[in-house]
């Protein structure tokens, strides 16, 4: 099973600073990897898709970068909506299973 | 619009069953693959188990095989995930989600979830 290790677990931020969320993979996953951002009572919302493909409606402010065994998720310039935690996943064996990180909540500073 | 409505949760004695339903609308349901995907109280997601569109093909993550069986009913626009032998540990908001070929493959569109708690 591929273990997917994010960092930090919380991130304290404030508005208006850019957000640099990691995602570790113990092998290669290529590029097929995703991010979701789930807010409290709310299910997960795909963000990225194949590491850097913003999902349909998805602002430009997030974005994704990398391949292999590492991958950030940026978002240049927090909203107030965009607290929140965020995980990554991926599908990149086959058969499944597949497997999220274990998410990296961002916090108001 | 695509919607995804889950029911069937509730309070379950350990050792017990219970038969989550995930009704779908607003898209080809017999076009997608489905997964349902958990999230224990205050805990990460995990992947628990897929069906390809025809019912042809399914996968669990280790923890529930042997216990748990997905299927489908196309024709009624419906996922299901029958949990037997229900344990402390499968309590969960449990999600149906969509296997979105456009996306990656990656879950585009999710339901509310419903509540699963197995307690005595």
């Known amino acids: 099973e591929i273990v997917l290790t994010q960092s930090p677990a919380t991130l304290s931020l404030s508005p208006g600073e850019r957000a640099t969320l990691s995602c570790r993979a113990s092998?290669?996953?290529?590029?097929?990897l995703a991010w979701y951002q789930q807010k409290p009572g709310q299910a997960p919302r795909l963000l990225i898709y194949?590491?850097?493909n913003r999902a349909t409606g998805i602002p430009a402010r997030f974005s994704g970068s990398g391949s292999g065994t590492d991958f950030t998720l940026t978002i240049s310039s927090l909203e107030p909506e965009d607290f929140a935690v965020y995980y990554c996943?991926?599908?990149?064996?086959?058969?499944?299973?597949?497997?999220f990180g274990q998410g990296t909540k961002v916090e108001i500073k | 619009e695509v919607q995804l409505v889950e029911s069937g949760g509730g309070l379950v004695q350990p050792g017990g069953s219970l038969r989550l339903s995930c009704a779908a609308s607003g898209f080809t349901f017999s076009s997608y693959w489905m997964s349902w995907v958990r999230q224990a109280p205050g805990k990460g997601l995990e992947w628990v188990a897929n069906?390809?569109?025809?019912?042809?093909?399914?996968y669990y993550v280790d923890s529930v095989k042997g216990r748990f069986t997905i299927s489908r009913d196309n024709a009624k626009n419906s996922l299901y995930l029958q949990m037997n032998s229900l344990r402390a540990e499968d309590t969960a908001v449990y999600y149906c989600a969509r296997d979105a070929p456009s996306s990656g493959w990656f879950f585009d569109y999710w339901g509310q979830g419903t509540l699963v708690t197995v307690s005595s």
């Open positions: 092998q290669s996953v290529s590029s097929y």
């Open positions: 194949d590491a850097s």
């Open positions: 996943q991926q599908r990149s064996n086959w058969p499944p299973p597949w497997t």
């Open positions: 069906i390809k569109q025809d019912g042809s093909e399914k």
